[in-house]
């Protein structure tokens, strides 16, 4: 197993450190946390308007093994900090997926004079049902 820094990204035991979960956006958190079945054994801490603490201490983030994101992402590195950004990427691309499907554009009806008109709708706007 490979080991070292990068930059406050783990720690010496080969897990999350907390500035770095922290410094993830929240709704990678969550899914990586759900994802993962990361526990929540403390409070949120907020001092100053600054989040000290999430409710997931060092210990909590641990669960996070090489081996548990190797299965997660079908990858056989022993690299610690390229399984973590895989997790990442490929919880984020779950969620842009699923974000894009439920945003899908309806699509448009083109009239005989081949303008684009919506569904029910002239180009005056109107309710006249298109032909």
Not at 77 to 98: A, G
């Given at each position: ?49 600054t989040v000290e603490s999430d409710g997931h201490t060092e210990q909590d983030l641990a669960v996070m093994t090489i081996e548990r ?63």
């Amino acid at each position: 197993m490979k080991t070292g820094w990068k930059s406050g990204f783990i720690t010496k035991n080969m897990m999350l450190s907390k500035s770095y979960w922290l410094s993830l956006p929240q709704e990678v958190r969550i899914a990586l946390a759900t994802q993962f079945g990361i526990p929540k054994s403390t409070t949120v801490h907020v001092v100053n308007n600054t989040v000290e603490s999430d409710g997931h201490t060092e210990q909590d983030l641990a669960v996070m093994t090489i081996e548990r994101m190797q299965e997660f992402t079908g990858l056989k590195s022993d690299d610690f900090y390229k399984l973590v950004q895989e997790s990442i990427n490929k919880l984020t691309q779950k969620t842009y997926e699923k974000t894009e499907e439920q945003t899908q554009p309806e699509p448009a009806i083109t009239s005989d004079s081949g303008g684009v008109v919506k569904k029910g709708r002239t180009r005056k706007g109107s309710t006249k049902k298109a032909k």
